[in-house]
């Protein structure tokens, strides 16, 4: 070392005196002055390093050593401070530290820091207090190869000279913190506009990416919310696309893997409990633990890691991820996260509030509006009617599968109740309480069935105004009736079978999958085996509906019905109009148990309803409305066949019977005697007696 005189050494204090009141870039002030050092004092390095307020742990301020430690002594900055200065945190003076010897009960850590420095060929460490007003911020630290003697004058020069330079530290110290705390407070004031100003979830934390990154670099953003029951509630991913601009995205779009979701809910589950910095090894430690760190490692180049919980209670909890691709995150860096956890999740549980209210309110609206569409809506009938042995086997069908959840598909002609037998399953089933969603999928536009039947999210498409919640989401809790499925387009029949199969959907410009459970009764009056083969319905969804199949029959099998039916209509559109209950003459109850009734139950319906409206007596008033159809006759030669004897015996029977309840209904029942129906007929009254006994026709049939 050089040799000096008193005035060498004031004029040293004069300088560094001159150096900190007119250099204001701390980088330069302290190297500016470690250099003049260098003339007083022999070392190889030095650097400045400072405490922080707990005191506890130590920090790089100022470093020229250029010594490369390992990451491992690196990240310990607390196990640093024990092995080196511990004992001499109390001193007053410069202390001289040798490197051959391990302090006296120098634990592993400490013999692992010697260690070290011994491979770097440091022999001797200078320790100069720095205590600006007394109070210790640091030291002054001198790194030599060799170990020399430190005579007393020389300790008193380093701590005359290091006062000066404590108050140096000091001042950029309490800069660098009054710059921190305005970073802090522009931070948190930047965020809590972000969360005060925008409600849409997305769009308010792509602007907190962002904003984030204006502080410190970072690749990836993960936001989870789990539910009591171990369901994700919320799974949003985001990513850095270019600068500092970000991007919503899946992550499982991009990990190829048979185990990536599995991994990414289970290991999911467990991460959002931790609270750390992950890097380097601890990084590598966590990718063995986890099987969903690995792979993102692997995948994705990550590197490094943070997690921090935002929430625990109420039935959820959440936490908050970033993860970076080329760089290690610090502490200060999940420091200036912490800063805004508070408001991050409040402002998380205000938005998962407000879209669970608001999708509630959706609902509610759609039932509302629903419900009232239904009450408006002119059903077929009312109830189930008649007794026949056909019926009887299907209703005993409806009482065996309405208490389960299987699917149900109904195959019959049209006009025969399949909107009524729905509707029986519903009831009968535990969603009885929930809404039964009625879908007609051939009334629905082609343009518009993925949206009616899924819902989509406002500016999906041209004319899309505003979120629409659609007929799945709507019948969520309870059962949805696919009415004429057979007439959904093979486009629609394939995104059908995922929602049925997945048991969830994704609204029309969605970004989330929306789990559903819905009980599905579809219906059609096609023979979907005849469709299949020909390429008209997909075999895949024609097995997955088909898992309770349901025949209903068709009017004319159930003939013996048709008198209980026909009363039950009159009756009901006599209660519409007005109008006292009718009757129906006998003559007139056959003909309509003979029709076909191609339009089945609904046909029946129908015509009832137009006799009710034409009828102006207390007897139905069917000419004109059975008389218009064909006769048998005739429909078989059109049909290009002869009448057979035997079925024109039969015609003329019910012809004979129909001339003779109309004889008797002009009569009004009187059959002998002046202006009765055996005069009217020009027969003998006892004759028509007879034949009134060989038709059958009885009494109560006579008005």
């Known amino acids: 070392m050089h040799k000096y005189k008193l005035s060498e050494s004031r004029q040293l204090l004069k300088y560094i005196s001159d150096a900190i009141g007119t250099i204001r870039d701390p980088g330069e002030l302290f190297r500016t002055v470690i250099n003049r050092l260098r003339l007083m004092f022999y070392f190889d390095s030095a650097a400045i390093i400072t405490l922080n307020t707990e005191g506890r742990n130590l920090e790089i301020f100022f470093d020229t050593s250029r010594i490369e430690l390992p990451q491992w002594l690196q990240d310990q900055k607390e196990l640093i401070a024990e092995a080196l200065i511990e004992n001499n ?98 931070l948190q004031l930047a965020i809590n506009n972000l969360l005060l100003t925008i409600k849409d979830r997305h769009s308010m934390m792509l602007a907190v990416c962002e904003q984030i990154a204006k502080l410190f670099s970072y690749t990836f953003m993960a936001i989870r919310v789990i539910g009591h029951n171990g369901t994700y509630l919320v799974s949003d991913n985001y990513k850095c696309d270019s600068g500092s601009r970000f991007m919503h995205f899946s992550p499982l779009e991009y990990l190829d893997t048979e185990f990536e979701s599995k991994y990414f809910g289970v290991e999911g589950y467990e991460l959002i409990s931790k609270s750390g910095m992950y890097s380097s090894d601890q990084f590598d430690n966590l990718s063995k633990e986890y099987k969903i760190i690995e792979l993102v490692k692997e995948r994705y180049r990550i590197c490094s890691l943070i997690s921090i919980p935002l929430w625990n209670h109420y039935g959820s909890k959440a936490g908050l991820f970033l993860a970076a691709t080329d760089r290690a995150f610090e502490l200060e860096d999940m420091e200036t996260i912490k800063l805004i956890v508070p408001q991050l999740s409040l402002a998380l549980q205000n938005c998962l509030a407000f879209e669970e209210i608001d999708s509630l309110r959706r609902k509610l609206e759609g039932e509302k509006t629903y419900l009232i569409e239904e009450i ?28 389960t959840d299987a699917t149900v598909l109904m195959q019959s002609e049209t006009g025969t109740g399949k909107e009524l037998i729905a509707r029986a399953i519903h009831n009968l089933s535990p969603r009885k309480e929930r809404v039964l969603v009625k879908v007609n999928c051939a009334a629905l536009p082609a343009s518009l069935i993925e949206s009616e039947l899924f819902g989509h999210e406002k500016g999906s498409f041209t004319g899309a105004v505003d979120r629409r919640i659609g007929k799945f989401e709507l019948a969520d809790g309870g059962t949805i009736f696919l009415d004429e499925i ?40 096609r023979k979907l085996e005849t469709e299949v083969a020909e390429g008209r319905f997909r075999e895949d969804l024609f097995f997955r509906l088909n898992v309770f199949p349901l025949f209903l029959p068709p009017l004319r099998e159930r003939r013996s019905d048709i008198p209980l039916l026909a009363i039950h209509f009159a009756g009901k559109y006599a209660r519409e109009f007005g109008r006292p209950m009718p009757s129906i003459r006998e003559s007139d109850m056959r003909e309509l148990c003979s029709r076909q009734w191609k339009g089945n139950i609904r046909e029946l319906a129908h015509c009832i309803e137009q006799a009710v409206i034409m009828s102006e007596g207390e007897t139905l008033d069917f000419s004109g409305i059975l008389t218009s159809k064909a006769p048998a006759r005739e429909m078989h030669s059109a049909q290009g066949r002869l009448i057979t004897l035997p079925e024109l015996e039969k015609e003329q029977k019910q012809r004979e019977l129909e001339i003779i309840l109309t004889a008797l209904d002009h009569t009004k029942g009187k059959v002998s005697g002046k202006k009765g129906a055996a005069e009217i007929l020009d027969i003998n009254p006892k004759t028509l007696f007879s034949r009134i006994d060989a038709l059958g026709i009885k009494k109560h049939y006579l008005p």
Do not use: C
Not at 156 to 170: E, F, G, N, R, Y
């Open 89 to 186: 945190l109390e001193n007053q003076e410069v202390q001289a530290l040798s490197m051959e010897y391990p302090p006296y009960g120098a634990s592993e850590n400490s013999r692992r820091v010697l260690q070290v420095f011994q491979e770097h060929g440091i022999r001797q460490i200078i320790l100069s207090p720095l205590r600006p007003g007394g109070r210790l911020i640091g030291f002054l630290t001198f790194i030599s190869r060799d170990q020399r003697e430190w005579t007393q004058t020389r300790k008193d020069l380093l701590a005359d000279i290091s006062l000066p330079i404590a108050m140096s530290v000091s001042y950029a110290l309490a800069y660098e913190e009054l710059r921190l705390k305005e970073v802090e407070t522009s």
């Open 376 to 403: 408006r809506a002119t059903h077929n009938f009312e109830e189930i009617i008649g007794n026949s042995e056909a019926l009887v086997s299907v209703l005993q069908k409806v009482r065996l599968v309405a208490p």
């Open 486 to 525: 057979g007439e959904l387009p093979l486009e629609m029949q394939a995104k059908l079978l995922r929602v049925l199969q997945e048991r969830e959907l994704e609204r029309i410009g969605g970004r989330k999958e929306i789990p559903v459970n819905v009980r599905v009764i579809a219906a059609t009056n």
